[in-house]
């Protein structure tokens, strides 16, 4: 069973505030990945990272930052939340060899 | 760079009844290919892949999926579902070389009633 956790798994936060939501996995994978999740929509690789201290930006042009510090944590951050940001952000990694991703539960995010 | 289509946003069904949950890809590599199910409220789950070798791949709940080559599909299969199956069913594929960045569908919500 994977072991991917994300939290919080439910945020509703006023515009102009900063949040991080946090994923950590004790699979000890290299590989991790946050999308964003839009019902009826492609889930948009936002940034991902290959290992520690290595980030990118995915395909979705996105205001958040995400760091890796140390191999088990992939937090991502908004330094300003606004209402567009307002959707369900999805945590996953894959190790070295592996084919698939595993996924967290989910950060469902609400900027009101 | 790759691309899933899924043709089907919603599938219902009946109970007991087959389904076909449609997905085709476009890439210029070879690909790995997936299915995903998304209950409510919850993150992805693998539900099947595809490597290599034998072209039918299955489920441990029932479901199969096909890769076909000359039409570039993946689609997915069951011969007889049950309630429990409403879910969000995503088709992914990932290249079997450089990123390993999984490419998502739209999905296809398919809802089975009683």
């Known amino acids: 069973e994977a072991d991917i956790y994300q939290t919080p798994r439910y945020l509703v936060i006023g515009t102009g505030k900063k949040i991080t939501l946090e994923c950590s996995q004790t699979m000890g994978h290299d590989k991790m990945y946050w999308y964003q999740q839009d019902p009826g929509m492609e889930l948009h690789l936002i940034h991902y990272s290959y290992g520690v201290n290595s980030t990118e930006k995915g395909d979705l042009s996105s205001e958040s930052t995400v760091s890796r510090i140390r191999t088990e944590h992939f937090p991502l951050t908004l330094e300003s939340a606004r209402p567009s940001h307002t959707s369900q952000y999805l945590c996953?990694?894959?190790?070295?060899?592996?084919?698939?991703?595993?996924f967290g539960q989910g950060t469902r995010l609400t900027v009101v | 760079a790759q691309s899933v289509t899924q043709l089907d946003s919603q599938v219902p069904v009946f109970e007991e009844a087959p389904v076909e949950l449609r997905c085709n890809y476009s890439s210029s590599v070879s690909v790995y290919l997936f299915w995903y199910v998304q209950y409510p409220n919850q993150g992805l789950q693998l539900l099947l892949k595809?490597?290599?070798?034998?072209?039918l791949v299955e489920s441990i709940n029932g479901f199969e999926a096909e890769f076909n080559k000359s039409q570039t599909s993946f689609h997915l299969r069951k011969p007889s579902v049950h309630i429990s199956d409403t879910a969000e069913y995503f088709c992914a594929v990932s290249d079997r070389g450089g990123s390993y960045i999984p490419t998502f569908g739209r999905g296809t919500s398919l809802i089975v009633h009683p």
């Open positions: 996953a990694s894959r190790g070295t060899g592996g084919t698939e991703a595993f």
């Open positions: 595809y490597l290599s070798g034998s072209t």
